[in-house]
């Protein structure tokens, strides 16, 4: 089957154009560009297989294994939470605030795929701390780093919050999460419910992390940046916590200084 065709058919079984021509240039390792200008070319026989998985709901960036954030494609797999374009405020933020207090030591606590720590890396010259209750998380993020080159600046490990990191907690100047803050029991689109629950939910009220974060360490001293839910907002400001909005106008982010 021609390329052209296979475009049709999988826009009537109902998936996008745009996804379809990332499919098969995830497939044939052709741009998009290249495959709208050839749609006579025989077309992967692979991509049906792909397209059905897509439309069961299946997350399109678990299929390709990477994921565009910030300056750079990401690998991510199943098991892993998929980088959102909301989080790339943080890691302009966070970037902004090492330049301007010259930081020269940050943690993250749930690195996830790492793509927030590694972008600061690349854009920075501090060294990094990481943690994440996931394996393959820690994983992930270790091949990230090592693709984007700065491995030797990044130091990961398991467990929660920062505790792998006790000892080393005076040193961090920086502390930086997108944690969990999804309310328990909130209706989520389909393909989310493939990721990681415990990158998602944060507990009844979506607060959970939070909460214990600040119980279990003193921040004074240090800079605490995090994303929040969009609707946290108020909760963060009755603390006498700054909140920042991200490009939309939404609530986004908490900063402690």
Do not use: W
Not at 7 to 31: C, D, F, V
Not at 78 to 86: A, D, K, L, Y
Not at 138 to 148: D, G, Q
């Amino acid at each position: 089957m021609k390329i052209g065709e296979a475009i049709k058919i999988s826009k009537r079984m109902g998936l996008p154009e745009t996804e379809a021509l990332i499919l098969l240039s995830y497939l044939s390792g052709n741009s998009k560009e290249y495959l709208l200008s050839h749609l006579e070319e025989e077309c992967n026989e692979k991509f049906f297989l792909f397209v059905k998985k897509r439309l069961s709901g299946y997350p399109l960036h678990y299929i390709i294994k990477k994921k565009h954030f910030f300056k750079g494609e990401f690998y991510v797999e199943e098991g892993v939470f998929i980088p959102r374009f909301e989080t790339e405020g943080l890691v302009e933020l966070a970037i902004d605030i090492i330049k301007r207090r010259k930081i020269g030591t940050i943690a993250e606590i749930g690195v996830g795929s790492g793509a927030v720590s590694v972008s600061i890396l690349c854009e920075t010259n501090v060294r990094a701390l990481g943690t994440d209750v996931s394996e393959k998380a820690i994983k992930v993020t270790r091949l990230n780093a090592s693709n984007f080159g700065v491995e030797s600046r990044i130091d990961l490990r398991k467990g929660r919050f920062l505790e792998p990191f006790r000892s080393e907690y005076k040193n961090i100047e920086l502390i930086i999460s997108n944690p969990p803050y999804v309310r328990q029991g909130a209706i989520l689109p389909e393909d989310v419910t493939f990721e990681p629950p415990e990158a998602l939910f944060g507990g009844e009220d979506g607060l959970y992390f939070y909460k214990e974060f600040f119980k279990l360490y003193d921040t004074s001293g240090k800079i605490v940046l995090m994303e929040i839910g969009d609707d946290q907002g108020e909760y963060f400001r009755k603390q006498n916590i700054t909140v920042l909005k991200d490009y939309s106008g939404k609530d986004r982010y908490i900063l402690v200084e």
